[in-house]
């Protein structure tokens, strides 16, 4: 069973940082992938940064690519997105999620099984 929480969205203008935060718990951590995953009013849900927790290995959008920066402390078990350089079209609620891949971590916001409530990012 997983469980996932966030926090850290709010408000900023253009050019400003936010850090959002995923406390996450769950029994066993094979093969579990977590991402963030963000929707915009009247789009799509989109993979913004996601993270293989048994290999290690992150992968970005290209829409982020050089402004976010994901991380995890595995004793808290908690997980970060660094937001810099925020551009209006990073606005949207920002969710945690967990799936469990057959082969790699996936962007596809179909894929993820378990999802947090969300935190509301705002850039004007």
């Known amino acids: 069973e997983v469980q996932l929480v966030e926090s850290g969205g709010g408000s900023v203008q253009a050019g400003g940082s936010l850090r959002l935060s995923c406390a996450a718990s769950?029994?066993?951590?094979?093969?579990?992938?977590m991402g963030w995953i963000r929707q915009a009013p009247g789009k799509e849900r989109e993979g913004v940064a996601l993270?293989?927790?048994?290999?290690?290995?992150?992968k970005y959008a290209d829409s982020v690519k050089g402004r976010f920066t994901l991380s995890r402390d595995n004793i808290k078990k908690v997980l970060y997105l660094q937001m810099n350089s925020l551009k209006p079209e990073d606005s949207g609620i920002y969710y945690c999620?967990?799936?469990?891949?057959?082969?790699?971590?996936?962007?596809?916001?179909?894929?993820?099984?378990?999802w947090g409530q969300g935190t509301q990012v705002t850039v004007s």
């Open positions: 999620a967990a799936h469990w891949p057959r082969d790699d971590c996936s962007f596809d916001a179909s894929e993820y099984m378990v």
């Open positions: 993270i293989g927790l048994r290999e290690g290995i992150i």
């Open positions: 769950f029994d066993r951590i094979s093969r579990i992938c």
